[in-house]
């Protein structure tokens, strides 16, 4: 029989050597607090609730159902939030929502790494699959087969790519993606916080040009951006792109950390 694990006693362990070997001054232990859920937005196709529910997602936490609605009505939106909060639901169900119910739909994600990419097809994977439903994902990178590009071009309704390949592959062949471009309703960015310094400079005129694109096939995608937790991401994003700056909504907890920083504080 397998031995139960006194995890709060591992966890001083880690602590104590910690402050042994680091001599840190103070650590701060935060009591836990009771999530804020929230139903399933109204207009979420009862086929990808059913399947939610079924993965054990049963509701929602609150800044994932009011960023999907933000998204939903059409609303450009940075979804801020700490690590493993739930945020890639923010962009999934919005847009897997709009391609169940028009097929025709395209969506283009931006992960800065490759790996982010991959794990983000698994994600994907895990809903689709069980919707029984031919919503095509491809990855779109350097190792991609040359038979499968064309593939990707005429057929993919989500393309995840990095930018990279986008600067590279997708927008001077633009005429090849005409299906693409003309059909294109969301544009997912994730991880904005690395977009800074001169990298980020660099990706300010790749979505700028994307924009032209976009402009040129009379495509108006909406743009859903996610990010950690940053003081500024309003003005991150202004920087990045100037075309989505003009209305563009925040879904935040971060206001919970710098809550809890300020009580901190005080005391």
Known sequence: MRKSIDTRAIVEEILEDFENRFKVSHIERISKRE????????KINPKLINVLIK????????????AIKEILNKRNTIVVTPTASGKTLCYNIPVLNSIIED??????????????????????ERLIIPLGIDIKTY??????????????????????????MLHIGILPHHTRWLGFFTKLKYVVID???????????????????LDRICKFYNSDPIYICSSATIANPKELVEKLDRVISGEISIEMVAYDIEKIEKEHLKS
């Open 35 to 42: 999530a804020k859920l929230s139903p399933f937005p109204k």
């Open 55 to 66: 993965s054990g997602i049963k509701s929602l936490y609150s800044h994932q159902a009011q």
């Open 103 to 124: 097929s025709d739909i395209r969506a283009l994600y931006l992960f800065p790494t490759k790996a982010l990419s991959q794990d983000q097809v698994k994600a994907l």
């Open 191 to 209: 991880e904005i916080h690395t977009y800074r310094g001169l990298f980020g400079s660099h990706m300010a005129n790749l979505i700028n040009r």
């Open 139 to 164: 990855t779109y990178d350097g190792d991609t087969p040359t038979s499968v590009r064309k593939r990707l071009r005429t057929y993919g309704n989500i393309i995840i790519t990095n930018p990279d």
